[in-house]
């Protein structure tokens, strides 16, 4: 049993906590280096973050109002800490932490508490499934940044579970909401009902830079449909393209637009690049994209809940860091699950 209490930081995105926080969170997103990346864009970054922020503002603003007036992508983070923490305390002393890379609580605000708690020993555990620049690169980055600024580098001993894209009981988790899903519809349809996997789609230059994303994303959807054993049609696509780029294809509206026309009633849309409900799911999926199906001619279109406070994934969450710790018996059950 170990005596030295573990710091465990959820790394995430974030969200604006209310309507007024949209633009200031926008411009930090777009003022990320690894967000927006072209020659020479050192120069403009800012000042382009605050063109971008400013003009998307009122649209994304509409759009914040529609699911409640914020992101709740905070109250699920912090809720996935405090059940985490519950669990890992089951075994050894452990203070789970959120830091969030373009909100509050931000990577400062967690370093803060860690440094008042007086832990030395941290895991950060990305609630990013799986490997992108654009999330786990980025969010990692402010992490090491602001450690830097603390002249904390060499104080903490810091581990990473870098990605968890097809461990067996995060897997577990989505079977557990795809069978949910699947009960909204009635019983003599459920076996001819689409599965539409949609992910956050990414540029295609991250792609061909090798980013192993797009990759990890089809990783996850195989793992799904083997270990949940089914039988439906399915599909793969992207969504939340911003910009001009070239992004992964095929993206979800189109998907649903081309299912409806090939006479597909039924679907249920898998958002499964991500860890908890927000602005992709619950507007994009939830009102914008199921607009676009039934005017295509969709009969029933529902969306799984996001993994949210699953206490399967909190399991997945707290395995992964008894694997990391080599922590007993638990460890050895996930490394040979």
Not at 156 to 167: A, N, P
Not at 198 to 224: C, F, N, W
Not at 266 to 278: E, G, K, N, Q
Request: glycine share 8%; charged share 25%.
């Amino acid at each position: 049993m170990m005596s030295e209490k573990i710091g465990v930081v959820l790394l995430n995105l974030g969200g604006p906590d209310s309507l007024e926080a949209v633009e200031p969170f926008l411009f930090n997103l777009f003022s990320d280096p690894d967000i927006i990346d072209f020659p020479g864009s050192f120069l403009l970054r800012n000042r382009l973050a605050k063109l971008i922020s400013t003009r998307r503002a009122p649209m994304v603003v509409e759009q914040y109002r529609k699911i409640g007036g914020k992101s709740p992508l905070k109250d699920h983070t912090l809720r996935q800490a405090e059940m985490l923490e519950q669990r890992l305390n089951e075994r050894f002393p452990a203070k789970v932490y959120a830091a969030m890379r373009y909100w509050k609580p931000s990577t400062d605000e967690a370093l803060d508490a860690i440094e008042l708690d007086g832990i030395k020993k941290i895991i950060l555990l990305p609630l990013y499934p799986q490997y992108s620049k654009a999330t786990t690169v980025s969010s990692v980055k402010e992490w090491d940044k602001r450690l830097s600024e603390r002249g904390l580098t060499g104080d903490l001993d810091v581990q990473m579970i870098e990605s968890y894209y097809d461990f067996p009981r995060y897997i577990d988790a989505f079977i557990e909401r795809v069978d949910e899903g699947l009960t909204r519809f009635p019983e003599e349809r459920r076996g001819d009902v689409h599965l539409v996997f949609s992910a956050h789609g990414t540029p295609m230059k991250l792609v061909r830079q090798g980013d192993p994303y797009s990759g990890h994303i089809k990783e996850t959807v195989g793992a799904i449909l083997a270990s949940g054993g089914y039988e439906q049609d399915h599909s793969l696509c992207y969504q939340s393209k911003v910009g001009p780029m070239k992004w992964l294809t095929p993206s979800t509206p189109d998907m649903v637009k081309d299912l409806a026309s090939k006479g597909v009633t039924d679907m249920l849309i898998v958002p499964v690049a991500f860890a908890s409900d927000h602005l992709e799911t619950l507007f994009e999926l939830g009102i914008e994209y199921r607009r676009v199906a039934m005017a295509a001619g969709v009969q029933q279109y529902e969306v799984t809940t996001g993994l949210n406070d699953s206490p399967t994934f909190i399991d997945a969450l707290a395995q992964l860091v008894f694997k990391e710790l080599g922590a007993g018996e638990k460890a050895s059950e996930a490394a040979g699950s």
